[in-house]
């Protein structure tokens, strides 16, 4: 019997098979979840559907975008929203929503850009969801994934753990999985400083 049996996920941001998002689906595959696919583009189509029906999945479909910075945040920041509140009727005995972040919301991480803002948001958008769906039993939360030193099981182990009853208590928060990036005061290599 899986932690997840008898459960059912709905998994954006899957690009190949090295992405986080694919990493999370596998953790949850393996412990029994029913599991549904969106890619953002239909070029990404050729590379998630392989992968969303090598997990039985029940559902792989396009999400639509608009342009520019419209378009990071309605993709980054407000889906989330919409999305919950179209989950929320089906959660009647609590449940728990997930997203994805970055260290680019709360310092700047080149070349990142307008999607800094765009995560910023997104990790408002967790708080206030937290606090809206909290009294009916539905938890939510982020995962800040670092880049390297972190494999993808890395990710999806610890999304089990936010999925699961096993964090009943945490809600409104981001978790870093970042082999503590995220804690570093310095981050140009010694050797660069002369």
Known sequence: MGLFDGKKALIFGVANDRSIAWGIA?????????LGFS???PPLEKRVRPL???VGASLIEECNSREGFKMALDISAYSLVALTRAAEPLMT???AVLTMTYYGSVKVAPQYNVMGVAKAALEACVRYLASDLGPKGI?????SAGRTLVKTED??????WLLSDWS???????????????IMGLTVPLEELG
């Open 168 to 182: 009943r208590g945490v809600t409104g928060e981001v978790v870093y999985v970042d082999a503590g990036w995220n």
């Open 155 to 160: 990710v999806g182990n610890t999304a089990l």
């Open 39 to 41: 890619y953002g583009a």
């Open 26 to 34: 596998q953790a949850l595959h393996r412990e029994g979840c029913e």
């Open 139 to 143: 938890r939510v939360n982020a995962i």
């Open 52 to 54: 969303a029906e090598s």
């Open 93 to 95: 005995n609590g449940g």
